[in-house]
């Protein structure tokens, strides 16, 4: 039964027979046989599950209540009790409240360890269950002491020697105490050493008792220790040896395995999980909450996945998976456990990967019911011109991407994709038919680009294919495609008219920053909105903007990236868009090469600039401006623009930032478009969208500043001509993950290769940034990098899903599920 926990099901064995014996006012009461014996062996069952203890009383007392054959009047109230007894736990919502319930429901969990966990977000006893261990230790192998191996971690039997206060030296040297113990075997000793503490492990750690002890082996001058490892009590010592004999013997430990059972020292050679857990909260005192969590709740928890996947893969029932994961067996693969790659492990990543993409399945089913103006002109003969007049032949990933795009405007329903394609790789000209296409149709089109500049950049750049088609002729398109630019530097004048344009029908395409979504711009008629470089811009932005489409209808949108993005992962981040890859340059690009210079090999790079200009060609030299050190940053490239200056006084240097104003940064890139200007030394404003072919060499400093994306970016405005390109990404400082992105740059020049390395290093949550992490920082078992091959798994069993059953009509626990799981982000994806 998919999506039925333990407890259900065997709470519905229960329920069967009782309520068949109810059934017709009891009237076939008499005739049921066995009716005693089958209640009270399927109520034992049932209490004997991983339940609360309510659940386990309640089913106890119904299995009492049957243990002897009942008859007449006592077995019609019986029944009846049994029934009304029962009642509460069978509604789904039941289980469902019991695994929300606070962590304090937990034994040994108060108000002060409550605040411990929930700083590592476990809140709820489901929190608890799903917090898996992030290694394991395995104890089935016990080390021996002489054979300890120093960067290590182990587990072994040793008896205290020694045991006592010592003085030591803190941070900066300060004279503390520590507490140590000399504890060995027949094959020698080592040290074990506890900063702090001490008091409370001095009752556990005494000389003579017998300790089982798991840690890091560090060296330490000329002999071994671990500092704070963990260790249980295997024997007190003998009642001569320690004062406080009695005291002693108490402390040895009888605890609760997930499971109820009681742990003796008999069982302790076996695979031990180790939690990440919050400072101030003993490893051993997690796994206990953990094992009680396991203990009593597990068998409440359901699966939803489709039970083809199930089958498919031999994956356990969830509850199983739980307790497999937080204990497992002594023949458990220890490697494939570190790994997170056993059926268990599959079995809860892919039971959360399906909710999510369930959750965008059906965001996207409800998208798609939307009314958009349907673009016809997409399919019509301006269009056509429009590729034949443009000074280049379509590649076959532009065709590709357009045909796919065409096929969505012309639908009634309002188009949702991604447009995904690496620098330079021409999806400007992609988005410029679209905007083509609309105009075909009487509809406008707004272009919104992160910032002012490049808002400028994409209104020149659009501009030249527009007079391309124009003299060209045909269609619509001989009158010219009519655009403007809205930005907030623009004069008020010329603004204010731009937008009357705008909202009489004038302006067939509206290119700008957010001030175009912003007050009081009207559009006659929009169809169709294109959003350049999506991580940057709100959710918020776009609902905005859907809000101005014409006729009730939502616009159709396109949304262009140029931070390539796995295929699987966009397909999840982007869940509720289709998505277009470009996934080819346009022919006869010229290869870009890399090098990584220092500091101190400055004449490297102005002797490269001055070859690259000998030759006639151009170069940007690039600073990074990050603002809370905004001012020396600007400092440095205008520092760095002089002394190009100085150099080399035949050439004319121009500098761009972001604190110029529009006309005067406006004038500085046309200087440079034009090849007025052979140096352009920039702040990161030129990441995106600038087009200069005969630009071959661009210089980063503070490379090491720079993001994998952004370097990436920043190298693609090179190599655009036939002439070959050359980057040098001078690094001023040394981090891992700063020489890490170094050698990335270095060795590809592949857009996806760079994404997926920019994720490893990163982690999930930061590459994603703003809106993406906001939706999946939640994911507590699955991880986008490690779990990749899964996502697509889990994708197809939930489109499987909503194909079958589309709205989860015929599976409310399932919708109920996905709702709880990712209502609140669902909720604020519609907006967008
Ligand atoms: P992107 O926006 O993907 O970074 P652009 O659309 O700005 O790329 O195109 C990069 C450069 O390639 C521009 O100079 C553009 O004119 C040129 N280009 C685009 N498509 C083609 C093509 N099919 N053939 C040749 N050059 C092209
Ligand atoms: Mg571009």
Not at 32 to 42: G, M, N, P, Q, W
Not at 80 to 89: D, H, I, K, S, V
Not at 204 to 210: D, N
Not at 739 to 761: N, P, S
Request: net charge neutral; proline share 6%.
């Amino acid at each position: 039964m998919a999506g039925a926990s333990p407890f259900a099901a065997a709470l519905e064995a229960v329920r069967r027979p009782l309520e068949f014996a109810a059934r017709d006012g009891f009237a076939h009461l008499g005739r049921v046989r066995e009716l005693e014996a089958s209640v009270h062996a399927a109520a034992s069952r049932a209490a004997a599950l991983a339940i609360p203890g309510d659940a386990a009383r309640a089913l106890a007392g119904v299995a009492a209540r049957f243990a002897a054959p009942l008859a007449g009047e006592a077995r019609s109230a019986a029944v009846r009790e049994a029934l009304a007894t029962l009642a509460p736990f069978a509604d789904p919502a039941w289980a469902e409240a019991a695994l929300a319930r606070p962590v304090t429901a937990l034994p040994g969990v108060g108000p002060r360890r409550a605040e411990l966990l929930a700083e590592r977000d476990l809140r709820t006893v489901l929190d608890v269950l799903m917090h898996l261990p992030s290694r394991y230790d395995d104890r089935r192998s016990l080390a021996q002491v002489g054979e300890l191996v120093v960067g290590h971690r182990a587990t072994f039997v040793a008896r205290v020697l020694l045991a006592d206060f010592v003085a030591a030296r803190g941070r900066g040297g300060r004279p503390m105490r520590a507490f140590q113990a000399v504890v060995g075997d027949e094959t020698g000793s080592v040290n074990l050493k506890w900063f702090h503490g001490g008091d409370s492990i001095k009752k556990t750690v005494q000389k003579g008792a017998t300790l089982l002890v798991t840690g890091e082996v560090r060296r330490w001058r000329f002999a071994k220790e671990l500092t704070h490892p963990e260790v249980e009590v295997l024997e007190p010592p003998p009642p001569a040896a320690a004062g406080e004999g009695e005291a002693a013997s108490r402390e040895v430990e009888v605890r609760t395995t997930p499971a109820g059972r009681a742990e003796g020292p008999s069982s302790l050679r076996r695979i031990v999980p180790d939690y990440p857990s919050p400072e101030g909260l003993h490893p051993r005192a997690l796994r206990a909450i953990v094992g009680a969590a396991v203990g009593e709740y597990a068998d409440l928890v359901a699966g939803h996945l489709p039970d083809t996947i199930v089958r498919a893969r031999g994956l356990p029932e969830p509850a199983d998976a739980l307790r497999f994961v937080h204990d497992p067996p002594q023949s458990g693969d220890v490697a494939a456990l570190l790994a997170r790659r056993t059926p268990a492990h599959e079995r809860l990543v892919l039971e959360e990967l399906h909710l999510l993409e369930l959750g965008l399945a059906l965001e996207r089913a409800q998208r798609a019911a939307e009314k958009a103006l349907p673009l016809d002109g997409a399919t019509g003969p301006g269009v056509e011109a429009a590729i034949a007049a443009l000074p280049w032949r379509l590649t076959a990933a532009q065709a590709r991407a357009w045909s796919e795009i065409r096929a969505d405007l012309v639908r009634p329903h309002p188009m949702n994709r991604l447009l995904q394609g690496d620098v330079g790789s021409g999806k400007t000209a992609v988005a410029f038919l679209a905007a083509m296409a609309a105009a075909e149709s009487g509809a406008q089109t707004a272009l919104m680009a992160p910032t002012e500049l490049l808002a400028e950049q994409h209104a020149r750049t659009l501009g030249k294919l527009a007079s391309a088609v124009a003299r060209a002729g045909g269609g619509r398109a001989a009158r010219g495609l009519r655009m403007a630019l809205l930005t907030s530097s623009l004069p008020r004048g010329e603004l204010a008219s731009a937008r009357r344009a705008l909202a009489e029908g004038a302006i067939d395409l509206a290119v700008g920053t957010h001030a175009l979504v912003q007050g009081a711009v009207r559009f006659a008629r929009l169809g169709l909105a294109i959003v350049d470089e999506q991580h940057r811009f709100g959710v918020l932005q776009r609902a905005a903007l859907a809000a101005k489409a014409a006729d009730d209808a939502a616009p159709h949108v396109l949304v262009m990236t140029a931070t390539p993005i796995p295929r699987t992962l966009a397909l999840t981040l982007y869940g509720d868009l289709d998505v277009s890859v470009i996934d080819e340059l346009p022919p006869g690009r010229a290869p870009v090469s890399t090098e990584i210079l220092r500091a101190g090999e400055g004449r490297r790079v102005m002797a490269a600039i001055r070859e690259a200009t000998a030759r006639g060609e151009q170069v940007y030299v690039v600073y990074p401006l990050v603002e809370e050190s905004e001012k020396s940053d600007l400092r440095a490239a205008v520092t760095g623009a002089e002394r190009i200056a100085a150099a080399l006084p035949e050439l004319r240097v121009d500098l761009v930032h972001g604190r110029l104003d529009a006309p005067a940064r406006a004038e500085a890139m046309g200087r440079f478009e034009r090849g007025e200007s052979h140096v352009l030394v920039a702040t990161t404003v030129i990441e995106v969208g600038v087009d200069v072919p005969s630009a071959t060499l661009i210089v980063v400093e503070h490379a090491e500043r720079f993001g994998l994306a952004q370097l990436h970016q920043l190298r693609g405005r090179v190599g655009r001509g036939a002439r070959p390109g050359r980057c040098l990404l001078v690094a001023r400082a040394s981090t891992e993950d700063g020489e890490a992105r170094l050698r990335a740059m270095a060795e590809t020049t592949d857009g996806f290769v760079i994404a997926e390395r920019d994720l490893a290093i990163r982690g999930a949550g930061e590459f994603l940034g703003t809106r993406q992490s906001g939706r999946l920082a939640d994911l507590r078992v699955a991880d986008l990098l490690r779990d990749a091959r899964l996502i697509s798994v889990a994708r197809e069993g939930a489109l499987e899903t909503v194909r079958r059953d589309p709205g989860l009509r015929r599976q409310p626990g399932l919708a109920r599920a996905v709702s709880q799981r990712w209502g609140d982000r669902l909720a604020l994806m519609a907006v967008g």
